[in-house]
């Protein structure tokens, strides 16, 4: 395959050679994806990779021709990190968009590595709930500490506070004329993300001051872009289509449960 740039004559080859090859696509937690790059990043320099999970599927007898009746449940492997839980389930998605992947190396060279076979999304197994729990509550007091510093400004004598020439009729005379000089409302800042880990936190402490919040409230508090907002909600959260919450996102119960002890202690 080639792919013209402009008026150019510079072409990419993509090696298709491995494209009937089957790869899972699995949505994992933050603290997972950064597990397996911490394990990955401290064997680089040897020639053996590590196994950092593995992968049991349960099948149903009575059920064999029922692709719902496979059950897979994921392993961690490697050092154990904090509180974080060594079991997980990966929940199968039946129908998704066809989809295949592909891999880049620095010198340019573009692979297809094979298509999309399940699409999973991980999520803590049951016994390893409370664990769960335990790492969102340390979590959430790690980020309620506050770092601050103060720094010593070694020219005391405020000379960079104080007017240049020419700046003086920038000045308004008068109260009055600043009571009717409006600020012009500019373009609308895009907002960038924060990371995921972090903004989970500031969520966790939301919905410790009130139950229920609208997604424009949460945008409002979070200054996070709306779209990326809707991700994060959707895994902790429900969202209320009647009664007198209409509206609104609530915690789902097992987080509700960590809120409440963190507000307990």
Not at 36 to 60: C, H, N, T
Not at 64 to 93: H, I, R, W
Not at 180 to 203: C, H, S
Not at 254 to 260: F, H, I, M, R, T
């Amino acid at each position: 395959m080639e792919e013209d740039h402009g008026n150019s004559n510079s072409s990419i080859t993509v090696d298709t050679t491995k494209w009937d090859r089957s790869v899972w696509l699995m949505k994992c937690p933050l603290v997972v994806s950064k597990s397996w790059q911490s394990q990955a990043a401290a064997s680089s320099s040897s020639s053996d990779s590590p196994q950092v999970a593995k992968v049991i599927v349960s099948v149903d007898p009575l059920r064999s021709d029922d692709s719902s009746a496979l059950q897979f449940t994921m392993e961690m492997g490697g050092n154990d990190v904090g509180n974080m839980p060594k079991s997980y389930s990966l929940n199968m998605f039946q129908d998704f968009v066809p989809m295949c992947v592909l891999s880049e190396t620095g010198q340019g060279r573009v692979t297809m590595e094979g298509k999309v076979e399940h699409k999973f999304d991980m999520t803590p197994h049951t016994r390893n709930m409370e664990e769960y729990r335990k790492m969102c509550r340390e979590r959430t007091n790690k980020s309620m500490i506050k770092n601050r510093q103060i720094q010593v400004i070694d020219n005391d004598r405020g000379v960079n506070m104080r007017p240049m020439p020419g700046m003086i009729g920038m000045i308004a005379s008068s109260s009055k004329d600043k009571k009717k000089a409006v600020p012009v409302k500019g373009p609308e800042v895009k907002r960038t993300r924060r990371d995921r880990g972090e903004l989970e936190d500031i969520m966790f402490k939301l919905f410790e001051r009130q139950p229920n919040w609208t997604l424009k409230q949460l945008v409002q508090e979070t200054d996070q872009p709306a779209q990326f907002l809707k991700e994060i909600l959707n895994e902790l959260c429900v969202y209320n289509k009647r009664g007198t919450n209409q509206g609104t996102y609530e915690l789902k119960p097992e987080y509700k449960k960590s809120v409440e002890d963190t507000g307990a202690e």
